[in-house]
């Protein structure tokens, strides 16, 4: 493993690298399909490069939830009962990543990653106007079993997610594309509160480069939830799919 601790680009690096996750995950998803590889890259075993990822994860969806709150935005209490589902999933997700083999999680996160490119490339176009929400009765109790098992995913790797939450809160519980993403990074910050305790514990986490990837989510997190969750997407879309596939060749066969 290489000493990169002595060259300082290291840390400019991981902000920025944070900053544009932050951004992502906030306007859509993704971030950790950026974060979570170069982690690994910078030669971090793969559960440590996990846990890491946390706490940015964690720093971007606080930011985001007072982001979304200073613009009246909420879906209180329905978010809080899915975050809590989600969490209860994540301790499962998380403790699996802790135990799983380094080879095996890099082969698994690269599958991951191309899949979730699939899913960006052909994501189906969706008609936000003129929506029924649906967030209470039987409704809310399949998401909250939904989610449980979107936890467990979480807890486990967390890459991607952000994609299958939004279709999930749009298609089934028929929220539009503010609501969407205001619930979905509350939900996030609970369940990946607990994923990131859970490596924390297994002393899976190095706090330095995690703080540094921290403050970059925080600034990406907070800027994209008070500029726009539609506009940019296809901008960054290009440079996410060219990024992700370079990384999961490497994570494949280096």
Known sequence: MLE???????????????????????????????????????????????????????????????????????????????????????????????????????????IIMIVVVVLIVFKPKVNYTELIERLTGKHLYISMIAFFFIGIYGGFINAGIGFVIMLFLHYYNRLNLVKVNSAKVVIVLIYTTGALITFALADKVNWTYGLFLASGNF????????????????????????????????????
């Open 4 to 110: 990169i601790d002595q060259f300082l680009w290291i840390y400019p690096l991981l902000v920025f690298a944070g900053f544009i996750a932050g951004f992502m995950n906030t306007m859509a998803g993704g971030g950790s399909l950026l974060t979570l590889p170069l982690l690994i890259f910078l030669g971090l075993p793969p559960a440590v490069a996990n846990g890491t990822n946390r706490i940015a994860i964690v720093m971007s969806t606080s930011s985001a939830t007072l982001g979304f709150k200073s613009k009246g935005v909420s879906t209180f209490p329905f978010n809080i009962y899915l975050g809590i589902c989600g969490l209860l999933g994540a301790l499962i997700g998380a403790k699996i990543a802790i135990d799983i083999d380094g080879a095996l999680f890099n082969k698994i996160l690269a």
């Open 219 to 254: 600034l990406g997190g907070w800027s994209s939830s008070r500029w726009s969750v539609k506009k940019g997407e296809n901008s960054i879309k290009v440079f996410l799919i060219v990024i992700v596939v370079l990384m999961s060749i490497k994570l494949w066969f280096f």
